[in-house]
Structure formats: C-alpha cells, structure tokens
C-alpha cells in the first residue's frame, strides 16, 4: 500500500512528519483531500482544520489560519503561521 511523506512546519518548528494514508485541508476554495498518487498540486489554505490520517487510522487534527500545502511524487509539504491542536470531542465536556 501506497502512503504520503508529510511534513507538516509552522515558522518556528515541526509539527508533524511521518508517513500517512490521507491529509485532509482546508483550502481557500473548499476542503481538499490528498491520497497517495495524486497529481502535484499547490493550494494556499484558509482558516479550518488539517486532519493527517496515519497508516492505523489515528487522526491528528490540527486548526490553521492560512498557509500552503504542496503535493509532489507523494511528497506532501504543508507550511503554516502558527497550528494549534483540536481536542477530541469527548475530551471537550
């Protein structure tokens, strides 16, 4: 099986890198989702959630305001301000 190389950095670290099945963003122009062996495409990112979805199916989600994201060859590089993690619902009481 296929998998995306991610990396995911804001100005000042790295918030996520590793292999994944799927990254879900949130682009100007509505939510994109990134498989394996996806055309090369770069979509600047609004305000919403990126959700990297890893080989298991444990999900990272993390809100953004604004950004990039860069599809190459499975290569998925995704550059923001600033990230903040999203709790899970149930945690959120």
Do not use: E, I, N
């Given at each position: 099986m296929s998998a995306l190389d991610v990396t995911f950095v804001t100005a000042d670290r790295t918030v996520w890198t590793g292999q994944a099945a799927q990254?879900?963003?949130?682009?100007v122009d509505g939510s994109m989702g990134i498989l394996p062996q996806m055309q090369p495409t770069l979509a600047i990112l609004g305000t919403g959630v990126v959700r990297i979805i890893?080989?298991?199916?444990h999900v990272e989600a993390l809100e953004v305001e604004g950004g990039f994201?860069?599809?190459?060859?499975?290569i998925v590089t995704i550059g923001v301000d600033d990230a903040a993690v999203v709790e899970p619902a149930s945690s959120r009481l």
């Open positions: 990254v879900v963003v949130p682009a890893d080989q298991d199916g994201a860069s599809v190459d060859a499975d």
